[in-house]
């Protein structure tokens, strides 16, 4: 690995991995701010890709599927990412094409595409599953961006002037840290005048702080929706916990694990599902952004179970809360996300993506050789301790039933 600055301050780190036929490229621009109007920023992302001052939409499409270039923007809350797969003989017009479109979007088809956004945020409502979900980011990001749900986008995108959208995307352009991972068979020096030539108008890289706030504390708050076709209860329940960075954060991704991230060999799975047959599907999650971060527990189950599951949940907390883990629990946890780093990581796209994400959280590039060090490193007794401090008595609690 090979860490370097363009001209314009924008950190990048290029990876050689020999006999490897594509190039993946991965570029983050953080989130200066929290978006004006809820959906503004997933209607610019969407709109990136319609087409530049140089192609149209259709010619920009078409190039694309001529050459075999994977090329895609991505909006996450914290950043918006830039990335591309193309052929080692491809890389440079791929890259031509990507600066192209990050300074020179037209943001053609405004009115089509929001039309488009908003029928498809209407279509995934559909899902209980989806229902509940979007009920459960709004209550526990309450008043925060980060809660900006579907339902919340739904009730605003018609606010959203083309204009909203190109000032949004102007700002981040302009002020918002940098940061580009480049993994594939590369000759380093050919690659660092590339990237100088194509992306040195990109104004100029800044580490400036967001202006996002961390989310509000919660207290117990209980939500729920009554919907008279569904067939299952949607239970989900949660606590904000620290994110990525914290000294928690490999604790809490082995919580998840031994709780109900590791499939069938998980607590939630094996307790709910096969000993008392609540569920087909109970699961834990650990969802990061910047500011802060959730850690739920969701399970679907017959309408008349709701609260044998929620008394299951409350019982399953309490047991890694006042019992220590086993040595052998333990330790598989911590194999199961090494082994899944591994995993996540088999490919040149997977690499780049991952090493530019720690970038832009504002950590090392090989940010994950420290986690799984971490990992390594935690006690039973420390995951207890952690499971204490954070699965208080405030929690969210939100239901979907008949």
């Not at 600066?99 to 088809?109: A, Q, R």
Request: aromatic share 8%; glycine share 4%; hydrophobic share 35%.
């Amino acid at each position: 690995m090979r860490e370097l600055k363009l001209t314009n301050g924008i950190n990048v780190c290029i990876k050689t991995n020999k006999n490897t036929p594509r190039i993946a490229f991965s570029m983050n621009f953080s989130i200066p701010e929290s978006e004006k109007i809820a959906g503004e920023y997933l209607l610019m992302n969407r709109l990136l890709v319609k087409g530049t001052q140089k192609y149209s939409s259709e010619e920009l499409s078409n190039i694309l599927d001529e050459n075999a270039i994977e090329l895609t923007t991505e909006m996450k809350y914290d950043y918006l990412r830039f990335r591309f797969v193309a052929l080692n003989e491809d890389f440079e017009l791929a890259l031509s094409i990507l600066t192209d479109m990050i300074l020179n979007s037209t943001f053609e088809e405004f009115e089509k595409e929001r039309e488009k956004f908003k029928g498809e945020i209407i279509a995934e409502l559909d899902s209980a599953k989806v229902k509940v979900s979007d009920l459960f980011t709004k209550t526990i990001y309450k008043n925060h961006f980060y809660g900006h749900s579907y339902t919340e986008i739904l009730k605003e995108v018609n606010k959203i002037s083309l204009e909203d959208v190109k000032t949004a995307y102007s700002k981040i352009l302009e002020n918002s840290l940098k940061t580009l991972a480049i993994v594939g068979d590369i000759d380093n020096l050919q690659v660092e005048n590339l990237l100088n030539k194509y992306l040195g108008e990109i104004p100029t890289s800044k580490n400036i702080e967001s202006s996002i706030q961390k989310p509000n504390a919660i207290k117990k708050e209980y939500a729920e929706i009554l919907k008279n076709d569904a067939q299952q209860a949607q239970i989900l329940q949660g606590w904000l916990v620290p994110a990525i960075g914290s000294e928690d954060y490999p604790k809490i991704m082995l919580l998840n694990v031994i709780l109900g991230a590791s499939g069938l060999s998980s607590r939630l799975f094996l307790e709910l599902r096969e000993k008392k047959g609540l569920a087909y599907t109970v699961r834990s999650s650990y969802e990061n952004h910047l500011k802060g971060a959730v850690f739920s527990i969701y399970i679907g189950t017959e309408p008349s179970n709701i609260q044998t599951s929620i008394d299951g949940f409350k019982e399953e907390i309490e047991k890694i809360k006042n019992i220590l883990v086993s040595e052998e629990e333990l330790n598989n946890a911590k194999n199961n996300i090494i082994g899944k780093q591994q995993f996540i990581t088999e490919t040149n796209a997977q690499q780049a993506n991952l090493m530019s994400y720690y970038a832009i959280s504002g950590k090392p590039f090989d940010y994950q050789k420290t986690v799984i060090e971490a990992l390594r490193n935690i006690t039973s007794e420390e995951l207890k301790e952690c499971a204490n401090k954070y699965f208080t008595e405030d929690f969210v609690l939100a239901v979907l039933k008949p």
